[in-house]
């Protein structure tokens, strides 16, 4: 079994992961408890993208269900050396891990390999298509505050074509009959997203997407996807940069999310990263819990 | 020697609009009145036997990535798909932007291609869009037309002078129509899709202000320019537009552009990775429309053979393109004949009249004291697709395990057969 995206996981499998997460988190205690779910696997984090949160996150999660964990980060394999995408994860394959995790620049990785390896493959990030277990721990920090999704009005501000996040968060929220707002500078949000999934609508005007909304997921500027110059940060901030005052135009109880690294004082002001309604790092947090019951139902 | 009678068979003739059953007479390679005695005979009843059909879009990759394809493997796969002269685009390596290397390429098409091998030459030097190929001396040495394609020449000017340097030579211009700046870095089709996939787009406005920007050179230099695998529904609209103008202009569509949709790319497959990329249904349908209107003027393949490591690769590292020789008849007959969209004689036109009206070339008929090219087909029969059985060097296809109804029987290159099925 692969997780490849959200886009066509039911949303029974979807609730089911959810569910088994909560068993996971460590609530008030001083650590992530101990199982022995996966005792003599191994799992493979393949990383052909710089990550710290996503990665960590993955091998923490193997190692407290009792798999070895074992992260390979690109530049330091075989990949510089001219080594086929193909050549290498068959390669790995031969060393016999009961999964890997991935994440690669390019839309599609993930599917193309899974298509010609027998190994299960979660898709930790690829491209500007899918990014699964962030949707899913986004989710499971709403629902620690919110009873249900259904009815929610969730706005995604932000560099929209570009992410990953946004659309694996888009599909997600559809299934369960949120209303979800895109939000972005016109280059950033191509018209087609309003079709992407039902209950989605776009907007390019900051306080139209807060307005009402229960939750404010802010995205970072990619720059490194970006192939052209991008506005000046101090113009985005200005019309896309969420600040203090905007929260008064959200619902009184409103959760600002991000899925990280956050840039302080380019997409949200330090006021608000730093705020109450913050649950960014509720989300780190939550993303060690779902991760393990991702594994827990790819592996076991 | 190479004398045939073929007998029974329906002919179809667009150049005489001739379609009915009677015998055609090969003697010597030639199409003539009567055969004597004792000439062998090919038994054509129930088939379609039409003039040799020319594909005037395919990459034969010899010069320089024989690893490929080769012009003699390129024209096995031609003769497997029905076609008895193909054109080759110039984008080998070296490019074919001068005499030497047009010349290269018609004595390794004697030697070695069972059909009948025409080349394309570069408009400029490289095909890298700055200064003007040897095409004077390229024409001498067998050239039909000019062509960056692939690599389209975005610099205005320069195709200004390349259109009026083929008008003085009578020679047609045909242009990949891609604006670089709107494409730069897509990997198919901008719109639903892309966004959903999370690819980059190539707009159909890439296409479009390339068509438009030709048509109007063409017009102030009297060119013949010819639009190559059509994509869109505004290019298909200006061409029309520049026929009823009076232009000399003309476009060939693609199998795969009247097809496919760009909803197949789904699961990132590569065999669906091409330029033009796949459109949308509104693209689709407009190009299935230029085909029965006459604003198209022929089918093309656009054969472009990758070798099996270079499409196993991330989607956005895939090269651009699929082969399409063998599969093209089969195709068109379903998407287009089979639905009643056009005749049997349309589609005789698009693969033979059609292209060689566009190339000013004296084949597609089969008027007697001409070389006897023959195509001939089964509207009818099943048969299944198998990319591995393929005459082709490579096997990048979408249409693997595809069954078809209708396909070739045989192929007849100066009245002897190269190929059957």
Known sequence: MNLLGIEHLERSEIEAILERSKHFQPLAGQSFQRFDTLRGMMVVNLF??????????????????????LSITASGSSVSKGESLVDTLNTLG?????????????????????????????????GTHEHPTQALLDARTILDQRP?????????????????????????????????????????????????????????????????????????????RQHEVPMSAGEYFQFFGLRLEHLALAKPHAMVMHPGPINRGRELSSEVADSQRSVILNQVENGIAVRMAVLERVLA | ????????????????????????????????????????????????????????????????????????????AAAAGGFTTICCMPNTSP???????????VSRAKQSAIVNVLPIGAITKGSAGEELAAIGSMKKAGIVAISDDGRPV??????????????????????????????AGGDMHEGMMSTRLGLRGIPSSSED??????????????????????????AVAMVAFAKSRGLRVTAETTPHHFVLHDKELHDYDSNYKMKPPLRCEADVDAVIEGVVSGAIDAIATDHAPHAGNDKMQEFERCPFGITGLETAIGLSLEALVHTGKISLMRLVELFTTGPARVLGLSCGTLTNGSPADVTIFDPER?????????????????????????????????????WAA
């Open chain 1, 94 to 126: 031969a060393m016999r891990p009961q999964a890997i995790v991935m994440r690669h620049a390019a839309s599609g990785a993930p599917h193309f390999l899974a298509r010609h390896l027998p190994i299960p493959i979660i898709n930790a990030g690829d």
């Open chain 2, 209 to 234: 202000v390339m068509v438009a920007r030709d048509i109007i050179l063409a017009e102030t230099t009297g060119a013949r320019y010819h639009v190559a695998h059509i994509s869109t529904r505004h």
């Open chain 2, 1 to 76: 020697m190479n004398s045939l009678v073929i007998r029974n068979g329906r002919v179809l003739d667009p150049a005489t609009g001739f379609d009915g059953v009677r015998d055609i007479s090969i003697l010597d390679g030639i199409f003539a009145e009567s055969a004597p005695d004792g000439t062998p005979e090919f038994d054509a009843r129930g088939l379609i036997v039409a003039p040799g059909f020319i594909d005037m879009h395919v990459h034969l990759r010899e010069p320089g990535m024989e690893h490929a394809e080769t012009i003699d493997s390129g024209a096995r």
């Open chain 1, 148 to 224: 249900s999704l259904e009815g929610l009005r969730v706005a995604i501000i932000g560099d929209i074509a570009h992410s990953r996040v946004a659309r694996s968060n888009v599909h997600l929220l559809s299934k369960f009959g949120a209303q979800t707002v895109l939000c972005g500078p016109a280059s950033l949000l191509p018209r087609e997203l309003g079709q992407l999934a039902s209950g989605v609508t776009l907007t390019n005007s900051i306080r139209e997407a807060i307005e009402d909304a229960d939750v404010i997921m802010m995205l970072r500027v990619q720059l490194e």
């Open chain 2, 154 to 183: 975005m610099n205005s000017r320069v195709m200004r002078r390349a259109m009026e340097f083929a008008r003085a030579l009578d020679l047609p211009v045909i242009d990949h129509c891609e604006d670089l700046n709107l494409s």
């Open chain 2, 95 to 105: 490019v074919n932007d001068s005499a030497t290397v047009t010349s290269y390429i």
């Open chain 2, 382 to 418: 099943s048969w299944i697709y198998d990319v591995n059985q393929s005459q082709s060097k490579s096997r990048n296809s979408p249409f693997n395990q595809k069954l078809f109804r209708g396909g070739p029987k045989a192929t007849i290159v100066s009245g002897r057969v190269v």
């Open chain 1, 48 to 69: 052909f993208e710089a990550s710290t949160r996503t990665r960590t996150s993955f091998e923490i999660a193997a190692k407290r269900l009792g798999a070895e964990a």
